[in-house]
């Protein structure tokens, strides 16, 4: 026995039912990822503003990792890039990164060495 369909869009109940979880899903997703993207800014204006942390070289790896979190929390929450179909972006933004990282160590080590 085949599902009724409704008339007006020609879809089953089930799959009204398995789009509207995945929606409460990504919603609690998002709801998620901008508490902890909150919570981190905190961390950060905390460590800096409390002077947590006394040596400047590891409150800037502190940043910087707290940065790297909450940018990895962005381009999987917000810009969906865990989703199928965004394997190109990726693969030009984790390029980006990977140059970027070269740059730096280069022009680090024309500089201090």
Known sequence: MEPKLNNETNVTPVTVQRKKTEHAR???????????????????F????????????LLGMFILLLAAIQATFQML??????????EFPTMFILSGVFVAII?????????WW
């Open 77 to 86: 929450i917000w810009m969906h890039m865990n989703q199928k179909g965004h």
């Open 103 to 111: 740059t730096v160590a280069a022009l680090w080590l024309l500089i």
């Open 26 to 44: 990504e919603v609690t997703h998002h709801l998620w990822s901008f508490a902890l993207s909150i919570l981190l800014t905190v961390f950060a």
């Open 46 to 57: 905390a460590a800096v503003g409390l002077e947590l942390i006394e040596n400047t070289v």
